[in-house]
C-alpha cells in the first residue's frame, strides 16, 4: 500500500525556513499582511501588545523581535480583514453553522456586532449593547439562587477584565468560576502548594541562563510555546544538559533552528536540544522520577561508605524541608520492577539521568500538560518536587520548578482573583474594600459546573472568552448541558462552537482582540496588563484599529453586565471601564504584591510579583519544603491497555497548526501530517499486531464504566514513533472520548493524556451493515 497523500515529508528541526515561510503563509491569508507584520514589531514589547499566544516570559535584555510562529499565527488570525457581521448571520442558520468545522467557523473572520438568538429563524441578529447588558441582568436577577449560574474565563483575559468580572460576580452572590485553569495546570497549583507553598514555579529566564541542567517532562516547546526552544538552544549550546522525557519524539525537543541566527538559516543548520530523550510511558513520569530519586539514594550510599562526600544537600534537608525520611522510605520500598514497568525505562536509563543531576549544580524541572491530566498528577508533581529538593534545588539562583502555562494570562486571572475557592484573606481584603458581604462557600470548577448544568442546577452560563463546548471533555454532553441552559452569554473575537448551542435566550458579544487600541470616551489609549509563567506582570497596549466600531473591551462589557445586574451603588463600573488605571488601584488595595501597580508596569518588561520561595519562606502547612510519601500508582491506565489485547491509552494534544481549539490550519509539519485533522497515531507493531495498515480509517471508542457510549469516528492511522500501547490525536476533535466523570486525584482535572481506548475499522462496521 502506497504512502497516503496526507502524510508528508517531516521537518528535520523545529523552526528553521519552514517557521519563516509559515509565518509569511500565514500572513498573507489574513488577508491584512502589513499591519499584521507591523503588529508582530510590537509583540511582547515594553511599548506594544503581549502576545495572546502563550505564557512564555519576557526576557530583561530582550531584541526586537520577541515573537514566535505562533505568535504570528495568533496575531494574523486575529488582525485578519475578514468580518462576521450581521449579514454572514443572515446567510446562516445555526443549525447549519453547526456543521462546520472548527477551522472553518474561525476562518470566516472577526465577529464585529452584538448579536442575540432568534430561535423562530434560528440565526443571530443584531441588538444593541443596552438591550443586551438590561436582558442579561434580567435573567439573572430572576434565578432563585446565584449559584444557579457559572461564570467561565478563558486565560486570554486580562488582570483588569478578571479582576472585575470576579468582583462582579461575588457581588452578585457566588464563587462559581470554571476557568480553564481547571482544564490545564491545576494540578500543578494542587501539587507545588502543598509541597513549596505557592501554586506557581520559581524560575525566571535568568535561571535559564545559568542552569547546569534542565529535566524537561511532558511538554511540546516546539507547539505550544516555541519562544522557549531559544532558551533551551542557548543552554544546549553553553554545555547544559537538557534531558526530556516524552512518549513521542518531538521535532522541537530535538532540533532547533533559530530564525534570528543568520548562519543556522544560511547554512540550513539547527542545534541539538535534548542531550538525553527517553519515551517514556502515558503516566510513567512519576515512577521515572522515583527511578532516579532511588538512584540518587544509591549513589549517597555508594559515596559515603567510599569516604567521600554526600550527594544530597543536607543543610538545605534539614533547614528548609519536612518529611525527608517518610519520602526516603517510601521510594526504598519501591521496587525496581514496578518502576521498569510503569515507566517503560531500564534501570541502567534512569541512574544514568540521575548522574546527570548529582552532577548538576543547578537544575531547573519544567513541565506542562503531559504531566497535568492523569489521574495521579499531583502526586507526580509532588515527586518531582521531591526529586528537587534531594539537592537543594528549589529557592536558588539556576534552579527551580517550572510549570509552563498555555494561555497568556492564565496564571494571572487566578492571581487576581478567579477561584472556586477563594482565600479567606482575599475575601476578607474584598470586604474591607467594597463594605459588603462576600460569598464564603466554595464554587464550581469545570466539571462541577458541567454536572450542575447537566442536572439542572446550572440555569446560566457566561463566557469570558476561549470556547467552552469545545474545550471541555466529553463533546456530546457540554453540548446538551449548554442547549438546556435558560441563557448562554459569550465573550468573543470570532466565531467558535459554544456561539452554536444557544440556551433559551443567547447572546455573542464581540470583544476587542489584545492587537487593538482600547479608546475609552475622551480618546485615551488604554493598557491592560498579565502575568507570565515566570510571575512577570506587565502591560499590554494595542496597535491596531478594531475590526468595528462596535467593538467594546472585555472590561467594559463586563462593567454593563455588572451594572444592569447588581447595579453601581457598591461600584461605579462605568468610571472602571473609562480608566483601567482605577481597577489597578483596587486591585493594589486588595491583592498583596501589586503596591504601586500604575507605576511599576509601566517601566520596561513590568515587575516580579513576590514569590516567597525566592527567600525560601514557605508558607506550608509544616512551614518548610515538604515532602510527599506517595506510593506509586498500582497501574496506570497504559498498564492497563497493554495487559488486554486491542486496548490502548490514548492522550490528546494539539497540532502544530493549532493553539487550543483554535485551529490556524490543517498542517502539522513536524509530524508529517497535511491537510487533515481526524488522524490518530500509534506504533507500527500495534498496527500489525490488531490487523490494521497505515491510511486505514478507523472509529475510536471509548472505553469508561460509566454506561456512556464514546465513539470518535472515521480517523485515519498513522504509523508513528512512541511508546507500544499508546496512542495519540488532536484535541477538540478527540475530545468526544474523553470522559468528563474521569478526574485527576485532587485536581479534579480531565483526564485528557489516559483516555482508554480501541478501534474499530470503518469498512468493517459498513460492511456488516
Known sequence: MGKPEFIGKKSKAAGGWGALKSCGKKLLASGAPLSGAAAMLKANQPDGFDCPGCAWGDPAHGSSFEFCENGVKAVAWEATDKRVGPKFFAKHTVSELRSWTDYELEKQGRLTHPMRYDAET???????????????????????????????TSGRASNEAAYIYQLFVRLYGTNNFPDCSNMCHEASGVALEQAIGIGKGTVTLE??????????????????????????????????????????????????????????????????????????????????????????????????????????????LRQHTAGFEAYRAAVEATSWDHIEHQSGLERAQLEHLAQIYIESERTICTWAMGLTQHRHSVATLRE??????????????????????????????????????????????????????????????????????LDGTAQAFIGLGGNFARATPDSSLIAKAMRQQKLTVNIATKLNHSHLLPGEVSYVLPCLGRTEIDRNARGIAQIVTVEDSMCMVHGSGGINKPASKELRSEVGIIAGI?????????????????????????????????????????????????????????????QRATFSDCALPEATEHQQALSEDGLFVLQTFRSHDQYNTTVYGLDDRYRGIYGERRVVFVNPKDLAEIGVEAGDRVNIVGRHDDGVARVAEDFRVVPYDLPRGSVAGYYPELNVVVPFSAAGDQSDTPLSKSVLVSFKPVERQLSAA
Not at 123 to 138: C, K, L, N, Q, T
Not at 255 to 260: E, I, K
Not at 607 to 613: G, M, T
Open 562 to 622: 455588572a451594572a444592569a445586574t447588581v447595579g453601581s451603588e457598591v461600584v461605579e463600573w462605568a468610571k472602571l471601564a473609562q480608566d483601567h488605571n482605577l481597577i489597578r488601584d483596587l486591585i493594589a488595595r486588595t491583592i498583596p504584591g501589586f503596591h504601586n501597580y500604575n507605576e511599576r508596569v509601566r517601566r520596561p518588561r513590568g515587575f516580579r510579583l513576590y514569590n516567597a520561595v525566592d527567600h525560601r519562606v514557605w508558607n506550608t502547612h509544616t
Open 207 to 316: 535561571d535559564f541562563e545559568k542552569a547546569d541542567a534542565i529535566f524537561v517532562i511532558g511538554q511540546n516547546p516546539g507547539t505550544n510555546h516555541p519562544r522557549m526552544l531559544g532558551d533551551l538552544r542557548r543552554a544546549a549550546m553553553r554545555g547544559a544538559r537538557v534531558a526530556v522525557f516524552n512518549p513521542v519524539r518531538e521535532k522541537g525537543l530535538e532540533r532547533f533552528a533559530d530564525p534570528q541566527d543568520k548562519l543556522e538559516m544560511l547554512t540550513g543548520g539547527s542545534t541539538a536540544i535534548a542531550s538525553e530523550y527517553f519515551q517514556v510511558r502515558l503516566g510513567g513520569d512519576m515512577a521515572a522520577v522515583r527511578g532516579m530519586a532511588k538512584a540518587v539514594f544509591a549513589a549517597d550510599d555508594a559515596a559515603l561508605a567510599a569516604g567521600q562526600p554526600s550527594v544530597l544537600d543536607h543543610g538545605f
Open 384 to 453: 518531582i518536587s521531591n526529586f528537587m529538593f534531594l539537592r537543594g534545588n528549589v529557592g536558588r539562583p539556576g534552579a527551580g520548578l517550572c510549570p509552563v502555562r498555555g494561555h497568556s494570562n492564565v496564571q494571572g486571572d487566578r492571581t487576581v482573583g478567579i477561584n472556586e475557592k477563594p482565600p479567606v484573606a482575599f475575601l476578607d481584603a474584598l470586604e474591607a474594600e467594597f463594605g459588603v458581604p462576600m460569598p464564603r462557600h466554595n464554587g464550581h470548577n469545570v466539571l462541577a459546573a458541567i454536572g450542575a448544568m
Open 122 to 152: 434560528d440565526r443571530y441578529v443584531e441588538v444593541s449593547w443596552d438591550d443586551a447588558f438590561a436582558d442579561i441582568g434580567r435573567i439573572l436577577n430572576s434565578l432563585d439562587s446565584p449559584d444557579r449560574a457559572e461564570f467561565y
